[in-house]
């Protein structure tokens, strides 16, 4: 566990020194300056829609730090050869795996925890109301979310040996499962057919990240999301995290290095 954690601090001193912190804090001071205009446009609805926008940005924004913390990982160790030190310390491939995942998570996690940190002090200031049950369920399924994101492209950096490409993939394929994910049941439903029938499969065997966007439990404040739902989702997203991980080790273990 020592070994594990050692390699997660490495990836997180990795973040800080490639200048993301500095992404993050442009990003939050964006989100300053537009709940700041809230009142420029004299209606007070206009609040709903800059909670959307700030949340969207942040949601983009996360996306970005998983894919491309995650995507370097590992070409990178190869690519400059310090791959070959870690593993004779020794270190095991699937330590490796396990140091790179929680290291991403948590350098995810903690650009995730300033954000939404920022945007509660900032939201609860000028409306005078603090739903802190809202704000943590929509922080906590947004980590898991990562989880998954960061897990999936770990498994793609042992397959793809340019980042470039691993990112784009995993870019279109997060970004495909958000926007399209809910919807691929009833379109299988309409289409019918062996077509109908890949849809229905592509339905139930992709993870569903879409369920972990809950921006509009901040955004209109709705009640807060029955604690069992959360459970599951969180246990949902853990299999999910776990099998990835477990199929990149597979595939890293059997991978020649030189």
């Known amino acids: 566990m020592h070994t594990i954690l050692a390699i997660a601090g490495v990836v997180i001193l990795e973040m800080i ?3 993301d912190v500095y992404v993050l804090l442009f990003l939050t001071g964006l989100i ?13 609805k206009i609040v709903r829609y800059l909670r959307e926008i700030c949340l969207t940005l942040i949601w983009i924004s996360s996306i970005i730090i998983s894919i491309t913390t995650a995507a370097r990982q590992i070409p990178s160790e190869k690519e400059s050869r310090t791959l070959f030190p870690l593993l004779a310390k020794p270190v095991t491939r699937g330590q490796v795996i396990l140091g790179k995942f929680f290291g991403c998570w948590a350098a995810c996690g903690i650009s995730l925890t ?17 739903p802190l049950a809202n704000y943590f369920q929509a922080y906590w399924l947004h ?7 960061v897990a999936l492209t770990l498994f793609g950096s042992v397959f793809f040996t340019a980042v ?3 990112s784009t993939i995993m870019f279109v ?10 919807h691929l049941h009833k379109v299988a439903v309409k289409t019918g057919g062996v077509a109908g029938n890949v849809l229905d499969f592509m339905y139930f065997a992709v993870p569903h990240l879409e369920w972990y966007d809950v921006r509009d439990l901040i955004v209109h404040s709705w009640p807060v999301i029955n604690w069992g739902v959360i459970l599951t989702d969180t246990l949902y997203g853990a299999a999910y995290g776990s099998l990835f991980l477990v199929l990149a080790w597979l595939r890293f273990r ?4 030189n």
């Open 173 to 182: 394929a997060v970004t495909t499962v958000l926007i399209l994910g809910r």
């Open 17 to 19: 020194r490639r200048k």
């Open 114 to 130: 300033a954000f939404y940190a920022f945007f509660c002090l900032v939201n609860g200031a000028r409306d005078g109301t603090w």
């Open 164 to 166: 470039s490409s691993n």
């Open 32 to 44: 300053t300056l537009l709940l700041a205009s809230v009142d420029l446009f004299g209606d007070p």
């Open 254 to 257: 059997r991978m020649p290095l």
């Open 143 to 149: 980590c898991v979310f990562c989880g998954i994101v």
